[in-house]
């Protein structure tokens, strides 16, 4: 079993040997933000990885034409709840599939609408800044349209202060990897292991 696992470790790592890696934290100290909002240029094979910092966001696919929309059979990382004061964070890694334009939100009641938005390959015709602006122009899911206000938002305090949450995010990470497996053309999970990563510098005071 061992050998096994170690051999497609070594077979993995083989035929990717010259695939780039992408980092992009979600959330944290910058606000509602994806850092970097975009990967201008992945090749097939490359892998992005997304480090959840606090509070609690999604990475999840969409289309240009429905910025904010969950994409049909799109990928979603599930809410990755993040206690301001965690020392670690779960990630969530996809591998780039095409090198079509790929497209993504946080799903978090408002985030979008606020410009939460993430791009892979985008054109000179659908750029990352008509994509965020489309989503800034969205109206929030479920909020009446006439609400204009920007206090609608109800999750500016962190649900859990577990100094354990971290452990069963990634593992959730890994479940809702899994079960959103099935290929779409574009990309497909990557290997969810090393789930956790240390994440330094978070500092309470500057979440929101
Ligand atoms: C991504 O983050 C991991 C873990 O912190 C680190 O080992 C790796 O060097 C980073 N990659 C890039 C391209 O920054
Ligand atoms: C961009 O849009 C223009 C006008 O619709 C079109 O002529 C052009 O072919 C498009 N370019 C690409 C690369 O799709
Ligand atoms: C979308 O909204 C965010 C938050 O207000 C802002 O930072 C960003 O510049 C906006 N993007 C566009 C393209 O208007
Ligand atoms: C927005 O909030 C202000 C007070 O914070 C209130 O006076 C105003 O009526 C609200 N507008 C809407 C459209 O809810
Ligand atoms: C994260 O956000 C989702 C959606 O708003 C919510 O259902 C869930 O309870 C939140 N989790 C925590 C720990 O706050
Ligand atoms: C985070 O803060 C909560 C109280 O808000 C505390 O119970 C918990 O132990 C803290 N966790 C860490 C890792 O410091
Ligand atoms: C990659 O995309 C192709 C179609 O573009 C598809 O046939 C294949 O199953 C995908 N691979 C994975 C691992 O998702
Ligand atoms: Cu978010």
Same mark, same amino acid.
């Given at each position: 079993m061992r050998f096994a696992l170690a051999s497609a470790v070594l077979a993995t790592f083989a035929t990717t040997v010259s695939a780039a890696s992408f980092n992009v934290t979600v959330g944290g100290p910058n606000g509602?933000? *994806?850092?970097?909002?975009?990967? !201008?240029? %992945?090749?097939?094979? /490359?892998?992005?990885?997304?480090?959840?910092?606090?509070?609690?966001?999604?990475?999840?696919?969409?289309? *240009?034409?429905?910025?904010?929309? !969950?994409? %049909?059979?799109?990928? /979603?990382?599930?809410f990755q709840p993040v206690a301001a004061n965690a020392t670690s964070a779960p990630s969530f890694t996809i591998t780039v599939n095409a090198t079509t334009p790929l497209?993504?939100?946080?799903?978090?009641?408002?985030?979008?609408e606020q410009g939460m938005v993430f791009a892979i390959n985008p054109t000179a015709n659908k750029t990352f800044a008509a994509f965020q602006a489309a989503a800034n122009a969205s109206s929030p899911n479920g909020t009446p349209p006439s609400s204009t206000n920007t206090s609608g938002s109800t999750t500016t305090t962190t649900g859990s202060s577990s100094p354990t949450t971290s452990t069963p995010d990634a593992s959730s990470a890994s479940a809702s990897a899994s079960a959103s497996a099935k290929p779409n053309g574009a990309v497909a999970f990557g290997v969810q292991a090393g789930g956790i990563l240390a994440v330094v510098g978070f500092t309470a005071g500057l979440l929101l």
């Open positions: 509602f933000v *994806f850092s970097p909002n975009q990967i !201008p240029t %992945a090749a097939v094979g /490359d892998t992005v990885s997304f480090l959840f910092l606090p509070k609690n966001h999604t990475v999840t696919q969409s289309t *240009f034409a429905a910025p904010c929309q !969950p994409m %049909a059979n799109g990928m /979603d990382s599930g497209w993504f939100f946080c799903r978090q009641t408002g985030h979008c």
